[in-house]
């Protein structure tokens, strides 16, 4: 696996990648390991535009590897169907998927989202209205939904 480490206004994203990037995630630590790529360069460019508010709609999907359960790759489909600065509902998801029990394994299939921002998880809520869960914590939601409704 070849890692790589790009700073953002949020922290720290780090690329897994081999042929194809595996796995984008937020993190505290940067490694000595550090090897960037076209492709990762290429993801992190479109995530940074995002974070700059010059991005709504990602394009490099083809460079993700979605080698994921059945379940899961349903899920992340419907996922990016909910426009930049809307939110959704586990249980809203669940139902898209036809499976309109399954609100809780729909939240376990996110809480394992391997491609943070561009499988934009951060706009899935709680059928209340409060946050719900996020692997980065309730401020790094917060701060990707305020900023796409306009805010930074």
């Known amino acids: 696996m070849i890692y790589a480490y790009y700073k953002t206004k949020l922290g720290f994203i780090k690329f897994s990648y081999e042929d194809l ?7 505290d630590k940067v490694s000595t ?3 960037k790529s076209e492709i990762t360069d290429r993801v992190f460019f479109e995530i940074e535009e995002y974070l700059e508010n010059k991005r709504k709609i990602f394009t490099s999907y ?12 349903k899920v992340l489909s419907e996922l990016r ?3 930049y600065g809307k939110t959704s509902t586990y249980k809203k998801l669940s139902e ?11 939240a376990r299939a996110l809480s394992t989202n391997p491609f943070f921002i561009i499988y934009p998880c951060h706009r899935v809520k709680k059928s209340d209205g ?4 996020f692997a980065y914590g309730e401020k790094v939601k917060e701060y990707l939904l ?7």
């Open 21 to 27: 990037i595996k796995k984008i995630e937020l993190v």
């Open 33 to 35: 390991n550090d090897e």
């Open 62 to 73: 083809e460079l993700l590897d979605t080698s994921l359960s059945p379940f899961q790759k």
């Open 81 to 83: 169907k909910i426009p």
């Open 96 to 106: 898209k998927i036809a499976r309109p029990r399954a609100y809780r394994p729909v």
């Open 130 to 133: 409060s946050l719900g869960g």
């Open 146 to 152: 305020n900023l796409e409704k306009g805010g930074k």
